[in-house]
């Protein structure tokens, strides 16, 4: 189906078809358009496996390699390549090298925007003021604002080929930016509910424009809120959940794209312009696997960055005065400083009500004294990464009651190490359970991290399975354990008796 032209040329509303045509200019003449994109890189350089799927996928070199295959198929055809953010937070060389390498080959690739996601305050506000500085294109958002001094991102941009529609690019933040991070890299800024930066922006971003695109990091609820909220927006390019889908979502006529998550996939959008009509020729999503192209110069550059990452696992991050012992028979049966420890740094960062973790996730102590990255990597061996969501206070319940049905003579891996929450154990009975000193209300909903490992029903948590408003943060435990440290300097966890076992089984 095709839409008349004009000079919004409504549409590269490309899915939509049912907006009606405004009056005025045609599509240019045999004029086309390629829009390419992908979302949630969190430092993705190597290939990794699909946790769904034992194959693997992504890495920068085929990603580079594909965008490039992709423009030398018809070189005098327009090629708009978007990222829709969170570019840190989730590999060793993210942890090591804070970005720099990624925002290069992102450059050399050919990104021509990329939206702020609510990972990239991670390592502190420094490291994104050098990172979007030197980026060698454009960080958007409207809605994120600091003061007294400005971060060096703009609210959009404008990408014009010759021959093409001039295509306005608008980035949005989720709000989740102020609660995703430690409380102090927001220090001076804030940010605006992004709807309501949409409704005053897009009005003058129409006038003069074929073209509105959002490049947005809010998650797909956000954006369908966003597509019925804001006339005038022609497409949502998006991020944060890491959803993958194989055709648009539709939403109030304005379709909305989303590609996965680290590189394993590149969408496409094709759109041409016949006889003053805009017709989208297709879209698809080009996995990023073993079969794609691999550009030789990139892939020697992230072999050198891993090599130099291992070499540099000896890097003190911290001291921890005491061992924090994953001794099987200490973590598995009751409270742990480790478990404590990590509980509350997941708790704080997350401004959950309640964090839930389990036992088995602790591969090896820490010993006392200095804490290198070699400890913690051989801590988390797992790669398990932060999810936050909603459970009633009845699903809270089940999985402490699941904890305290798991005989400690086994050594239970799915016994829960916890934050923000205290219970007590009878026999293989939960006794009590309290969040913020009262009585855990069955009909309360309750905001709950955890790992992906459990989320998935791991261990027997099928009750976590159901949790609403489920935001995969891309943030790795190991990760976060290492920033607790380089944050604090010094470590030294009490235990203070959240969990409890009046009797033995």
């Given at each position: 189906?095709?839409?008349?032209?004009?000079?919004?040329?409504?549409?590269?509303?490309?899915?939509?078809?049912?907006?009606?045509?405004?009056?005025?200019?045609?599509?240019?003449?045999?004029?086309?358009?390629?829009?390419?994109?992908?979302?949630?890189?969190?430092?993705?350089?190597?290939?990794?496996?699909?946790?769904?799927?034992?194959?693997?996928?992504?890495?920068?070199?085929?990603?580079?390699?594909?965008?490039?295959?992709?423009?030398?198929?018809?070189?005098?055809?327009?090629?708009?390549?978007?990222?829709?953010?969170?570019?840190?937070?989730?590999?060793?060389?993210?942890?090591?090298?804070?970005?720099?390498?990624?925002?290069?080959?992102?450059?050399?690739?050919?990104?021509?925007?990329?939206?702020m996601g609510n990972h990239e305050l991670d390592y502190g506000q420094a490291v994104f003021r050098r990172l979007a500085a030197q980026a060698p294109f454009p960080i958007l958002t409207a809605n994120v604002q600091s003061h007294p001094e400005?971060?060096?991102?703009?609210?959009?941009?404008?990408?014009?080929?010759?021959?093409?529609?001039?295509?306005?690019?608008?980035?949005?933040?989720?709000?989740?930016?102020?609660?995703?991070?430690?409380?102090?890299?927001?220090?001076?800024?804030?940010?605006?509910?992004?709807?309501?930066?949409?409704?005053?922006?897009?009005?003058?971003?129409?006038?003069?424009?074929?073209?509105?695109?959002?490049?947005?990091?809010?998650?797909?609820?956000?954006?369908?809120?966003?597509?019925?909220?804001?006339?005038?927006?022609?497409?949502?390019?998006?991020?944060?959940?890491?959803?993958?889908?194989?055709?648009?979502?539709?939403?109030?006529?304005?379709?909305?794209?989303?590609?996965?998550?680290?590189?394993?996939?590149?969408?496409?959008?094709?759109?041409?312009?016949?006889?003053?009509?805009?017709?989208?020729?297709?879209?698809?999503?080009?996995?990023?696997?073993?079969?794609?192209?691999?550009?030789?110069?990139?892939?020697?550059?992230?072999?050198?960055?891993?090599?130099?990452?291992?070499?540099?696992?000896?890097?003190?991050?911290?001291?921890?005065?005491?061992?924090?012992?994953?001794?099987?028979?200490?973590?598995?049966?009751?409270?742990?400083?480790?478990?404590?420890?990590?509980?509350?740094?997941?708790?704080?960062?997350?401004?959950?009500?309640?964090?839930?973790?389990?036992?088995?996730?602790?591969?090896?102590?820490?010993?006392?004294?200095?804490?290198?990255?070699?400890?913690?990597?051989?801590?988390?061996?797992?790669?398990?990464?932060?999810?936050?969501?909603?459970?009633?206070?009845?699903?809270?319940?089940?999985?402490?009651?699941?904890?305290?049905?798991?005989?400690?003579?086994?050594?239970?891996?799915?016994?829960?190490?916890?934050?923000?929450?205290?219970?007590?154990?009878?026999?293989?009975?939960?006794?009590?359970?309290?969040?913020?000193?009262?009585?855990?209300?069955?009909?309360?909903?309750?905001?709950?991290?955890?790992?992906?490992?459990?989320?998935?029903?791991?261990?027997?948590?099928?009750?976590?399975?159901?949790?609403?408003?489920?935001?995969?943060?891309?943030?790795?435990?190991?990760?976060?354990?290492?920033?607790?440290?380089?944050?604090?300097?010094?470590?030294?966890?009490?235990?203070?008796?959240?969990?409890?076992?009046?009797?033995?089984?």
């Open positions: 189906m095709s839409l008349r032209c004009s000079p919004s040329i409504r549409s590269w509303l490309l899915l939509a078809a049912l907006l009606p045509p405004l009056a005025g200019a045609v599509c240019p003449p045999g004029g086309g358009l390629t829009l390419l994109h992908f979302n949630d890189f969190h430092g993705q350089l190597e290939p990794y496996k699909d946790a769904q799927n034992p194959i693997e996928r992504g890495g920068i070199a085929r990603l580079s390699a594909t965008v490039a295959q992709v423009r030398a198929q018809d070189p005098q055809r327009p090629v708009v390549l978007l990222f829709a953010g969170d570019l840190l937070q989730g590999t060793l060389t993210s942890s090591l090298f804070l970005g720099v390498p990624d925002v290069t080959l992102f450059g050399r690739m050919g990104v021509d925007a990329a939206v400005p971060l060096p991102v703009v609210p959009q941009v404008v990408i014009k080929r010759p021959g093409t529609p001039r295509v306005v690019v608008l980035g949005l933040t989720s709000p989740e930016l102020a609660t995703a991070t430690h409380p102090r890299n927001m220090e001076g800024m804030s940010v605006e509910e992004p709807v309501a930066v949409a409704q005053r922006l897009v009005p003058g971003l129409r006038e003069g424009a074929d073209l509105v695109v959002v490049l947005s990091h809010m998650g797909i609820a956000e954006d369908r809120r966003l597509a019925r909220a804001v006339p005038g927006i022609d497409l949502i390019v998006g991020g944060h959940n890491h959803n993958l889908y194989a055709e648009p979502v539709m939403e109030h006529g304005v379709a909305i794209l989303q590609a996965g998550e680290r590189g394993g996939w590149l969408g496409r959008l094709d759109l041409e312009c016949r006889d003053g009509h805009l017709v989208r020729t297709g879209y698809r999503l080009i996995p990023i696997d073993a079969a794609s192209p691999e550009d030789p110069v990139v892939a020697a550059e992230v072999r050198r960055i891993a090599a130099q990452a291992d070499q540099e696992l000896d890097q003190q991050v911290g001291t921890s005065t005491r061992e924090l012992s994953a001794w099987r028979e200490l973590i598995r049966r009751g409270e742990a400083p480790f478990g404590d420890f990590v509980a509350d740094l997941a708790r704080s960062i997350t401004q959950a009500d309640v964090a839930l973790f389990n036992s088995g996730g602790f591969r090896a102590s820490i010993p006392a004294g200095p804490v290198t990255l070699k400890s913690i990597y051989q801590a988390f061996p797992f790669r398990n990464e932060l999810v936050v969501g909603d459970l009633t206070g009845e699903q809270l319940l089940a999985a402490l009651a699941r904890s305290a049905s798991l005989d400690p003579a086994d050594n239970p891996g799915g016994f829960l190490q916890v934050s923000g929450v205290r219970y007590a154990i009878e026999g293989t009975r939960l006794a009590a359970a309290t969040v913020d000193g009262a009585a855990i209300d069955p009909a309360r909903r309750y905001r709950v991290v955890t790992s992906d490992f459990l989320a998935a029903g791991g261990d027997g948590y099928g009750m976590l399975e159901t949790m609403d408003k489920r935001v995969m943060s891309g943030r790795l435990i190991s990760d976060m354990v290492i920033e607790g440290f380089r944050a604090a300097g010094t470590v030294d966890p009490q235990p203070d008796g959240r969990i409890i076992r009046l009797t033995d089984p």
